[in-house]
């Protein structure tokens, strides 16, 4: 767990950062979210003392994060951040090795983990391991960003914009793999991100940012359904809502007894592309493989949740 309390930063007396306090559960993901300049990326950096936070505090599990040594902290906390900030002259094994090496883990140990994590964010420790990072793609150097910051099993990873630079496609890949291996691994993860998507996607809570000040932490449904301010549903985009509600559930979660023509359709569809199918293709409802059918009021109904 990890517990932001009443904390503000402030340069020459204007405060960048703003009396926030929020607590993200262990294994949750927190999504940071706000307009440029909102405080997103100073708040973040508080958490690992990369800015030291002018009041408040900072909680990682029962420890006071002012009672570490920032550098000692950091080793307990992965980092991630946008252009990866691989070492150039090192090669990606040894990327990977740089903080279990501070910790003094020993080499087989190390060596292991390094085979692990390239096997777990699908590069060949054969092929890849010995190269230098130029010689990756970026979207493959963006996940040696990823697996360094994991190295070391952090409790906690922090990460800003580390998906920014990559294209569309690679970048869902990205936030799918993601997503699986923080499931797996249990890591409690906080993100900085400038995409509502990406935010709604990824995040157990949202945090949405606004001058500094926190306006609501919340669900993505919830930020969805009730946003605290008219900035938080502007932010939101009050014409996608009920394409972005629709998108946090799958079609298992509406199915009901019937039949209907066609190809049946995965239940792990979400509904929002469920919906798309029906209004493309013209159909009342769908059937789901497995038995049932999804209908199109139905999906009508949970949309218009949305707007209420
Ligand atoms: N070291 C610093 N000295 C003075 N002002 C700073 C410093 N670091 C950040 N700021 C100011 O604090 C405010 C918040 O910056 P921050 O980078 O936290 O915002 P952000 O929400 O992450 O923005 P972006 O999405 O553009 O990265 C900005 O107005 C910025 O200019």
């Not at 927190?30 to 708040?43: D, E, F, H, Y």
């Not at 190809?263 to 059937?287: F, H, K, Q, V, Y």
């Not at 497995?290 to 009021?297: M, N, P, R, S, Y």
């Amino acid at each position: 767990m990890i517990r932001l309390d009443h904390l503000s930063k402030l340069y020459s007396g204007r405060a960048v950062v703003e009396d926030v306090s929020l607590t993200v559960e262990t294994g949750q993901i927190a999504a940071l979210v706000g307009t440029s300049g909102s405080g997103k990326t100073t708040l973040l950096r508080m958490i690992n003392r990369l800015v030291e936070p002018t009041k408040g505090r900072v909680w990682i599990g029962d420890t006071d994060a002012a009672k570490i040594e920032p550098h000692l902290l950091r080793r307990r906390i992965g980092y991630a951040i946008q252009g990866h900030g691989l070492f150039p002259h090192r090669t990606v094994g040894e990327n990977i090795a740089i903080v279990p090496r501070l910790l003094g883990w020993r080499e087989a140990e190390i060596s292991a983990r390094i085979d692990e994590l390239m096997q777990l964010f699908d590069l060949d420790p054969a092929v890849y391991r010995d190269r230098l990072p130029h010689a990756l793609s970026g979207g493959q150097q963006q996940r040696v960003g990823v697996a360094r910051a994991l190295a070391a099993r952090p409790e906690l990873l922090l990460m800003d914009e580390p998906f920014g630079a990559l294209d569309p496609v690679i970048r869902a890949k990205a936030q799918d793999d993601l997503r699986a291996i923080q499931r797996q691994l249990g890591t409690t993860l906080v993100i900085v991100t400038h995409d509502m998507e990406e935010a709604i996607q990824l995040g157990d809570r949202i945090a949405v940012m606004d001058k500094g000040r926190l306006l609501q932490f919340a669900p993505p449904s919830e930020i969805l359904t009730a946003p605290a301010t008219p900035f938080v549903e502007a932010l939101v985009g009050a014409a996608e809502r009920p394409f972005r509600l629709l998108s946090l559930s799958t079609v298992d979660a509406l199915r009901e007894p019937g039949e209907a023509p066609g190809t049946p359709i995965n239940p792990d569809t979400s509904l929002r592309e469920a919906l798309a199918l029906c209004l493309w293709e013209g159909r009342a409802a769908l059937p789901v493989s497995g038995g049932g059918i999804v209908t199109l009021a139905a999906l009508q109904a949970r949309a218009e949740g949305a707007s209420r």
